[in-house]
């Protein structure tokens, strides 16, 4: 209880931090004003720091909830004076809550259903979707206990890597039902990522949220399709700064692995224009390589990822990973 306490605390002090920020940014007028309001940023992004370090899945909540509030004050203060009249303390505040998940793009976060739909369809993907990250959980628990699994690293790897998919695309559709039965417009956050012919494509199915969230807050702003290496370059720096640092206050370490992993994206994203013109004119089997070289790629270099997500999950990796 004590240690949920903390918790608590921390995610607290994120929110409040986040709701003082405006007030004192609407107090100062001008730069002082806009400099007062981005300093809680970093404040809510290192909350994490008040939950002592040996807790490390606590942590890792902590830091996921203020990365959500993170990346909806930066998309707020950036667009301050678009919104500012318009959007009051209190849209602000609801703009906050961390529903629909990781929901932060405004006013996207607002969209309703126009009409009302049948629940059942609904209910069916929330309770297929549980079952299905259930039974992914208990996959990898049970895989993992085969002496050839925890032998090798690689068959590791790749078993645990057949069930994150299970596990993350069965979640993702369980909070999609969930969303939709609560009345808003969502699709999965994660749509069938594993179908990717291209690096550009997966990036666009997997956390399709934070995407967007990248595309109009870094992409668009450096320069989009005026630049588009320099800003695609930049989308995945920031990126890649930003995991890095949340997985560190969840881990206590900062190995730059996360960094790494991201950045190495970006030219992969660069050059899938290629690998797209030898999916569309190179028939089944041009399809068949364009595929299989992306998950090849996202599967090797996923190693230095989920060196972060083991730390928090020790469960995920039964053998021991190469990486120092």
């Known amino acids: 209880?004590?240690?949920?306490?903390?918790?608590?605390?921390?995610?607290?002090?994120?929110?409040?931090?986040?709701?003082?920020?405006?007030?004192?940014?609407?107090?100062?007028?001008?730069?002082v004003g806009a400099f007062v309001g981005w300093c809680f940023v970093p404040i809510v992004l290192l909350c994490p720091l008040l939950i002592p370090f040996a807790n490390v899945g606590l942590r890792a909540a902590s830091a996921f909830a203020s990365g959500d509030i993170t990346f909806k004050m930066v998309e707020s203060?950036?667009?301050?004076g678009h919104v500012e009249r318009s959007m009051v303390l209190r849209e602000y505040c609801r703009f906050l809550i961390p529903f629909p998940v990781l929901s932060a793009v405004y006013p996207d976060h607002k969209r309703r259903l126009l009409r009302p739909e049948s629940p059942w369809p609904q209910v069916v993907r929330l309770f297929g979707g549980i079952v299905g990250f259930i039974i992914a959980l208990q996959a990898i628990r049970a895989l993992s206990s085969i002496?050839?699994?925890?032998?090798?690293?690689?068959?590791?790897?790749?078993?645990?890597?057949?069930?994150?998919?299970?596990?993350?695309?069965?979640?993702?559709?369980?909070?999609?039902?969930?969303?939709?039965?609560a009345g808003f417009d969502t699709t999965p956050i994660i749509r069938n990522a594993?179908?990717?012919?291209?690096?550009?494509?997966?990036?666009?199915?997997?956390?399709?949220?934070?995407?967007?969230?990248?595309?109009?807050?870094?992409?668009?702003?450096?320069?989009?399709?005026?630049?588009?290496?320099r800003s695609v370059l930049l989308v995945f720096l920031v990126s890649g700064l930003f995991h890095e640092v949340t997985f560190a206050?969840?881990?206590?370490?900062?190995?730059?692995?996360?960094?790494?992993?991201?950045?190495?994206?970006?030219?992969?994203?660069?050059?899938?224009?290629?690998?797209?013109?030898?999916?569309?004119?190179?028939?089944?089997?041009?399809?068949i390589v364009a595929h299989g070289a992306t998950i090849l790629f996202v599967a090797v270099t996923s190693v230095l990822f989920f060196d972060g997500v083991s730390k928090i999950f020790p469960f995920v990796y039964a053998s021991q990973s190469p990486l120092p």
Not at 4 to 12: D, E, H, K, P, Q
Not at 154 to 178: P, Q
Not at 197 to 219: A, K
């Open 1 to 31: 209880m004590e240690n949920a306490g903390w918790l608590c605390l921390a995610i607290l002090i994120a929110y409040g931090c986040a709701v003082v920020a405006p007030l004192l940014r609407s107090r100062f007028q001008g730069r």
């Open 147 to 181: 002496a050839l699994v925890r032998s090798s690293f690689a068959l590791n790897h790749a078993v645990m890597l057949l069930t994150f998919v299970l596990a993350i695309e069965s979640l993702s559709r369980a909070l999609c039902g969930l969303e939709r039965l």
């Open 249 to 287: 206050l969840a881990t206590s370490r900062l190995t730059g692995y996360q960094f790494v992993f991201f950045t190495i994206q970006g030219p992969a994203v660069l050059a899938s224009g290629r690998l797209e013109r030898l999916a569309r004119r190179g028939g089944i089997a041009g399809k």
């Open 194 to 229: 594993y179908l990717s012919r291209t690096v550009s494509e997966f990036w666009q199915r997997y956390n399709y949220r934070i995407h967007d969230w990248l595309y109009l807050n870094v992409f668009q702003a450096t320069g989009g399709r005026r630049t588009p290496v």
């Open 77 to 80: 203060f950036r667009h301050w």
